[in-house]
Nanobody, 124 residues
Framework: QVHLVESGGGSVQAGGSLRLSCAAS????????VGWFRQAPGKEREGVAS???????AYYADSVKGRFTIQDNAQNTMYLQMNSLKPEDTAMYYC??????????????????WGQGTQVTVSS
């Protein structure tokens, strides 16, 4: 079982950048599908970026394509680099992982392990 801990959220102005980190304990990310999700008040949780186990290409939601990049260090930390942030990116961001390949798009119900969430606020 893997335990996920996120860090790196905060408040930025539109156009700024943030890098979220998600550290895994209890296991490495090897063999896991990993993803980043976000949830704004009153909205459903949505997958913004993911890499399924064994894949080399990442999935990105249309709303973040070209601005966000998911990365992992092939050990126990993954990242979400967020550039050119917009006010509509404001949300609680969660990292998630699950053993095996789960495909795309990243549906939350396919992921078994979740971080506690980190708030990202983008002001105009």
């Amino acid at each position: 079982q893997v335990h996920l801990v996120e860090s790196g959220g905060g408040s930025v102005q539109a156009g700024g950048s943030l890098r979220l980190s998600c550290a895994a304990s209890g296991d490495t990310y090897s063999g896991y599908s990993v993803g980043w999700f976000r949830q704004a008040p009153g909205k459903e949780r949505e997958g913004v970026a993911s890499i399924s186990a064994g894949d080399y290409r990442a999935y990105y939601a249309d709303s973040v394509k070209g601005r966000f990049t998911i990365q992992d260090n092939a050990q126990n930390t993954m990242y979400l680099q967020m550039n050119s942030l917009k006010p509509e990116d404001t949300a609680m961001y969660y990292c998630a992982a699950t053993l095996g390949w789960v495909g795309y798009p990243p549906f939350p119900w396919r992921y078994n392990y979740w971080g506690q969430g980190t708030q990202v606020t983008v002001s105009s």
